[in-house]
């Protein structure tokens, strides 16, 4: 049971790149996000996904754009990447209800050059 | 604008002795708070959460201890290890909306 998957775990870009980071879960669960952490900040919410078929902005989404390809798999996609948005980012998943616990990729360490 | 506010931003505590990291947070929809716990390279991991219908909920040597009227809680590590050393992240939710602290980076020295 791997839980939740992100691809890749490192990548550095050059200013005006795009790139896709690719997450999966494995749980069955019908909500999905992605976080940013960076120094300081904690993890701020870029995008999330309640369900299937749909997708909300959250604190900071400017800059990313995000597909709910199906039920597991959620990705975020730069498309012209800037320094920025250099940043560790995470995707998360949880069930539907209250009172959930949100679980965790590995994360995605981004630098923008 | 900040929705959980999280102190100290670090904490450097001796073998043994107690760790404790204060929240506070403002909106009373929110119903569940968890706390998170994150080693060097990986993601956060759930560590203990707590209902605000409680007051106090006790994980063998992690405590939340919440004050629903302050709109604050805490966590306390009772005799902290190294291998506490970590960042902790309290969090609010509600709903499916999770709302997380700034970290606290906590070094327990052997």
């Known amino acids: 049971n791997a839980g939740v998957t992100q691809t890749p775990k490192f990548q550095v870009l050059k200013t005006g790149q795009s790139m896709t980071l690719q997450c999966a879960q494995d749980m069955n669960h019908n909500s999905m996000y992605w976080y940013r952490q960076d120094p300081g900040m904690g993890l701020r919410l870029i995008y999330y996904s309640a369900s299937e078929g749909t997708t909300d902005k959250g604190e900071v989404p400017n800059g990313y754009n995000v597909s709910r390809l199906n039920k597991r798999e959620f990705s975020l996609r730069l498309e012209s990447a800037a320094p920025s948005q250099t940043s560790v980012y995470f995707c998360?998943?949880?069930?539907?209800?209250?009172?959930?616990?949100?679980?965790f990729g590995q994360g995605t360490r981004l630098t923008v050059v | 604008q900040q929705q959980v506010k999280q102190s100290p931003q670090s904490l450097i505590v001796q073998k043994g002795g107690i760790s404790i990291i204060n929240c506070a947070y403002e909106?009373?929809?929110?119903?569940?708070f968890p706390w998170y716990q994150q080693f060097p390279g990986k993601g956060p991991a759930l560590l203990i959460a707590?209902?605000?219908?409680?007051s106090e909920k006790k994980e063998g040597r992690f405590t939340i201890s919440f004050n629903k009227s302050a709109k604050q809680f805490s966590l306390h590590i009772m005799d902290s290890q190294p291998g506490d050393s970590a960042t902790y992240f309290c969090?609010?939710?509600?709903?499916?909306?999770?709302?997380f602290g700034t970290g606290t980076s906590l070094t327990v020295i052997p």
């Open positions: 998360a998943s949880s069930a539907v209800g209250q009172r959930t616990e949100a679980f």
């Open positions: 909106n009373t929809a929110f119903d569940y």
């Open positions: 707590i209902r605000p219908d409680v």
């Open positions: 969090a609010a939710s509600s709903g499916n909306q999770f709302y």
